[in-house]
C-alpha cells in the first residue's frame, strides 16, 4: 500500500539532509553549504552541494540532484517505499500499516488461501492414477523425479472445465474468492464460472518466503494454446517482482555467489535436476530491474542462459542492462543453434551445459555474434546505434570503477577510439555521465536559476515581478515552467519553500532548475538591488525580443510596397525603442 503524502511530508521535514548523506559521503562545510566530491561521477574538485536550509542537494557537475529521499533512491538504489520508511526508522516515525487496510489485509489472506485450495487440487490431480496419467509420462520423460516434484510443488490441472469448482465445493471454498484470484473465470456468454487451468502441468510461483503467489501452467497438447499460461497479477503477485524457484534455490546461490538465469520454468527444473541447483527463472514477463535486484541479494555473479533463438539472444542482451544497473557481474551462455537449456541437458546430458558455463563470453563477446560481422563493417548508422546503446548500458551501471572498467573493455575489444566512445558517453541525457559539463558562467540560463532563487527567497519580490516578467520571457524551459509555478503558489497564504515548488515540478528539467537555484549564494549583495537588476535584465531581453519581430514586419512591409502599413510599423518600433531605454540594464547583474 503506498504511504500517505502527509507521512512522506512528515518524514522528509523530520530527516536532515546534511545528516542522512553524510552517512554516506563526506561532507565538508563551506559558507553556509556542505560540499563534497560527487558521489556520482568522477571529480577532481568538488562540485556536489547540500544545502542545509533549502534540505536539498546538488551536483553543477553531473546534474545530479534531490531531496533526501531522491539521494536515497539514486545512491542506495532504493525503491520510493523503502526509501521512506528507512527514514522513518531513524526519526522514530511509525508509518501506519493499517489505514483502510484492515480490508486489504483480509483480501491476500484469502487469495493465499485460494492458492493452497489450488496447489491441494493441482497436486492430487497429478498423483491421480488415471487422471494425471499424462502429466506423469511428460515428467517421466524428461527424467523429472518424484524428488524434484515435490521440491518444486509440481501439479497437474485435471482437463476438464469443472475440476477445481467441484474440488472447492467439497471444501465448502468460496468460488468468488477463486475468481478473484484468477484460478476460476466466468464466461462471456452463459456468466457461468469455468476453471482457468485445465489440461496443464501447474508449477506454483512462490514467494521468497514460501507462500504461493500464482500459478504457470504449461500445455502438453500440441494443439493447446498458449504453450505456457500464467496468472493475472493480482494484489499478491506482481510479476515484475518475483523469479520462478528463487525460494527453492536461493541457499545454494548465496552459497555459491553466483546464478543461472533461465527463461522458463521448464528449463529451470530440468537443470536443476541435473545438479544445477543454483538456479531461477523468469516467468511472465520480461527480466526487470527489480528481479535483477532480488538476484543480487544472494549473488555477485550471474550466467544469462536464455534460449538460442533470435528472440533469446535479444531477451538475454536486454537483461544485462539491469544486471548491470543491480551491480552483477555478468556471463553470458551462447548455446547451440536450436537448442534452449532443456534441450541441451536432455540431448547432450549435463556435460554440455556444464562445460559452456566453464568458458561463458564476455558481454561484449556476446554482442558482438549478434552484430554478426566486426564494427569496421557496420553501416554509419549501424556504428551510431551500437555506440548509442552502448552508451546507454554504460551509464545504468552503478560506481564508477565499473562504468570506467566497461568503457576501457569496450574500447579494447572493439577497437574504438577513446575519445570517439567517451564523446558518445557525454552526450547521453543520463544524470550520471553528464559529469564535468559545468553551467557556463553569468549565461542567460544561469541569470534565470538565480531569478528563481530570490522570488523564493523573498516573496514580497513576485507581485512586482508578475506584473513586469511573464514566465514566457525565460528561454530554458525548465525555468520557465518553475516561474509560472512560483506565481501560483504566491496566490496561495503562507511561505513558499524550495522543496514546495520542487514537488511541482512536473518534468526533470524543472527540478535541475529548482536544485539549481536553491544552490545559488548571493554572498553580501543587495537583494532589492540585484532584483532590479534582474528586473531590467529580463524587461530588456522581452523587448529586444519584439523589436527583432518588429523589425522584420517592417521588412516585409517595404517589400511589399505597403507605405501605409511600413510607417505604421515604424512608429510602432521607434515607440518601443523609446521604452527600451527604460529599461536597459546597467553593468550587467551582480552576485556570484
Known amino acids: 500500500m503506498p504511504i500517505p503524502p502527509d507521512i512522506v511530508a512528515r518524514v522528509r521535514e523530520?530527516?536532515?539532509?546534511?545528516?542522512?548523506?553524510?552517512?554516506?559521503?563526506?561532507?565538508?562545510k563551506q559558507g553556509k553549504r556542505f560540499v563534497a566530491l560527487c558521489p556520482f561521477h568522477s571529480e577532481k574538485a568538488p562540485s556536489f552541494s547540500v544545502s542545509p536550509d533549502k534540505q536539498l542537494y546538488y551536483c553543477f557537475g553531473c546534474q545530479a540532484g534531490g531531496n533526501v529521499i531522491s539521494f536515497l533512491m539514486a545512491h542506495e538504489k532504493m525503491e520510493f517505499t523503502e526509501a521512506v520508511k528507512y527514514l522513518a526508522d531513524f526519526a522514530g516515525i511509525k508509518i501506519p500499516e493499517k489505514r483502510e487496510t484492515q480490508k486489504d489485509t483480509q483480501k491476500k489472506s484469502e487469495l493465499w488461501q485460494a492458492n493452497n485450495l489450488a496447489i491441494d487440487y493441482f497436486s492430487r490431480?497429478?498423483?491421480?492414477?488415471?487422471?494425471?496419467?499424462?502429466?506423469?509420462?511428460?515428467?517421466?520423460?524428461?527424467?523429472?523425479?518424484?524428488?524434484?516434484?515435490?521440491?518444486?510443488?509440481?501439479?497437474?490441472?485435471?482437463?476438464?472445465?469443472?475440476?477445481?469448482i467441484k474440488f472447492a465445493k467439497s471444501k465448502e471454498f468460496d468460488l468468488k474468492?477463486?475468481?478473484?484470484?484468477?484460478?476460476?473465470?466466468?464466461?462471456?456468454?452463459?456468466?457461468?464460472?469455468?476453471?482457468?487451468?485445465?489440461?496443464?502441468?501447474?508449477?506454483p510461483i512462490h514467494a521468497i518466503s514460501g507462500k504461493i503467489l500464482g500459478f504457470g501452467g504449461r500445455a502438453l497438447k500440441d494443439d493447446q494454446q498458449p504453450k505456457y499460461l500464467n496468472s493475472p497479477e493480482s494484489p499478491i503477485y506482481q510479476k515484475r517482482r518475483v523469479l520462478y524457484g528463487l525460494f527453492q534455490t536461493k541457499d545454494s546461490i548465496e552459497k555459491k555467489g553466483a546464478a543461472i538465469l533461465v527463461e522458463g520454468y521448464t528449463d529451470l527444473v530440468s537443470i536443476y535436476q541435473n545438479g544445477f541447483d543454483n538456479v531461477a527463472a523468469v516467468s511472465g514477463t520480461a527480466f526487470t530491474l527489480e528481479q535483477a535486484r532480488l538476484i543480487s541479494r544472494f549473488a555477485d555473479e550471474v550466467f544469462v542462459l536464455f534460449d538460442s533463438d533470435q528472440a533469446g539472444s535479444s531477451a538475454a542482451l536486454?537483461?544485462?542492462?539491469?544486471?548491470?544497473?543491480?551491480?552483477?557481474?555478468?556471463?553470458?551462455?551462447?548455446?547451440?543453434?536450436?537448442?534452449?537449456?532443456?534441450?541441451?541437458?536432455?540431448?547432450?546430458?549435463?556435460?554440455?551445459?556444464?562445460?559452456?558455463?566453464?568458458?561463458?563470453?564476455?558481454?561484449?563477446?556476446?554482442?558482438?555474434?549478434?552484430?554478426?560481422?566486426?564494427?569496421?563493417?557496420?553501416?554509419?548508422?549501424?556504428?551510431?546505434?551500437?555506440?548509442?546503446?552502448?552508451?546507454?548500458?554504460?551509464?545504468?551501471?552503478?560506481?564508477?570503477?565499473?562504468?570506467?572498467?566497461?568503457?576501457?573493455?569496450?574500447?579494447?575489444?572493439?577497437?574504438?577510439?577513446?575519445?570517439?566512445?567517451?564523446?558518445?558517453?557525454?552526450?547521453?541525457?543520463?544524470?550520471?555521465?553528464?559529469?564535468?559539463?559545468?553551467?557556463?558562467?553569468?549565461?542567460?540560463?544561469?541569470?534565470?536559476?538565480?531569478?528563481?532563487?530570490?522570488?523564493?527567497?523573498?516573496?514580497?519580490?513576485?507581485?512586482?515581478?508578475?506584473?513586469?516578467?511573464s514566465p514566457e520571457t525565460f528561454q530554458e524551459p525548465g525555468c520557465r515552467e518553475v516561474l509560472g509555478s512560483i506565481y501560483e503558489a504566491s496566490e496561495e497564504e503562507g511561505e513558499i519553500s524550495?522543496?514546495?515548488?520542487?514537488?511541482?515540478?512536473?518534468?526533470?528539467?524543472?527540478?535541475?532548475?529548482?536544485?539549481?537555484?536553491?544552490?545559488?549564494?548571493?554572498?553580501?549583495?543587495?537583494?532589492?538591488?540585484?532584483?532590479?537588476?534582474?528586473?531590467?535584465?529580463?524587461?530588456?531581453?522581452?523587448?529586444?525580443?519584439?523589436?527583432?519581430?518588429?523589425?522584420?514586419?517592417?521588412?516585409?512591409?517595404?517589400?511589399?510596397?505597403?507605405?501605409?502599413?511600413?510607417?505604421?510599423?515604424?512608429?510602432?518600433?521607434?515607440?518601443?525603442?523609446?521604452?527600451?531605454?527604460?529599461?536597459?540594464?546597467d553593468q550587467g547583474v551582480s552576485g556570484s
Not at 502 to 507: H, M, N, R, V
Open 318 to 469: 536486454r537483461s544485462v542492462e539491469h544486471l548491470f544497473a543491480a551491480g552483477l557481474e555478468v556471463k553470458l551462455i551462447a548455446l547451440p543453434a536450436g537448442e534452449d537449456p532443456d534441450s541441451l541437458i536432455r540431448g547432450r546430458g549435463p556435460k554440455a551445459l556444464e562445460e559452456l558455463l566453464a568458458a561463458p563470453l564476455s558481454f561484449f563477446e556476446f554482442k558482438e555474434r549478434q552484430l554478426g560481422k566486426p564494427f569496421p563493417e557496420l553501416t554509419m548508422r549501424e556504428q551510431e546505434e551500437f555506440l548509442r546503446e552502448m552508451a546507454d548500458l554504460a551509464s545504468q551501471i552503478g560506481g564508477l570503477d565499473r562504468r570506467s572498467l566497461f568503457v576501457e573493455s569496450l574500447v579494447q575489444h572493439f577497437k574504438l577510439r577513446d575519445e570517439t566512445v567517451r564523446g558518445f558517453l557525454k552526450r547521453r541525457k543520463s544524470t550520471k555521465e553528464k559529469a564535468e559539463e559545468k553551467i557556463s558562467e553569468r549565461g542567460e540560463e544561469s541569470i534565470e536559476v538565480e531569478f528563481l532563487n530570490l522570488l523564493i527567497t523573498r516573496k514580497d519580490f513576485i507581485a512586482e515581478a508578475k506584473k513586469t516578467i
Open 498 to 585: 524550495f522543496q514546495d515548488i520542487f514537488e511541482l515540478a512536473s518534468d526533470q528539467r524543472a527540478k535541475d532548475a529548482i536544485l539549481r537555484s536553491a544552490h545559488v549564494d548571493f554572498g553580501e549583495v543587495s537583494l532589492e538591488l540585484l532584483f532590479e537588476d534582474y528586473l531590467r535584465k529580463f524587461k530588456s531581453r522581452e523587448i529586444s525580443a519584439r523589436l527583432r519581430k518588429l523589425k522584420r514586419a517592417v521588412e516585409v512591409a517595404e517589400k511589399s510596397g505597403d507605405a501605409v502599413k511600413t510607417n505604421q510599423l515604424l512608429r510602432q518600433y521607434q515607440k518601443l525603442k523609446t521604452d527600451m531605454g527604460g529599461w536597459k540594464p
Open 125 to 164: 490431480c497429478l498423483r491421480n492414477e488415471r487422471v494425471g496419467k499424462v502429466a506423469r509420462d511428460y515428467l517421466a520423460e524428461r527424467g523429472i523425479t518424484d524428488e524434484t516434484i515435490k521440491a518444486f510443488g509440481i501439479g497437474y490441472a485435471a482437463d476438464r472445465w469443472d475440476g477445481l
Open 177 to 203: 474468492i477463486l475468481e478473484e484470484a484468477h484460478l476460476l473465470q466466468r464466461s462471456e456468454k452463459t456468466g457461468d464460472l469455468y476453471d482457468f487451468f485445465r489440461g496443464r502441468l501447474i508449477f
Open 14 to 28: 523530520a530527516s536532515d539532509i546534511v545528516e542522512v548523506i553524510s552517512r554516506f559521503v563526506p561532507l565538508k
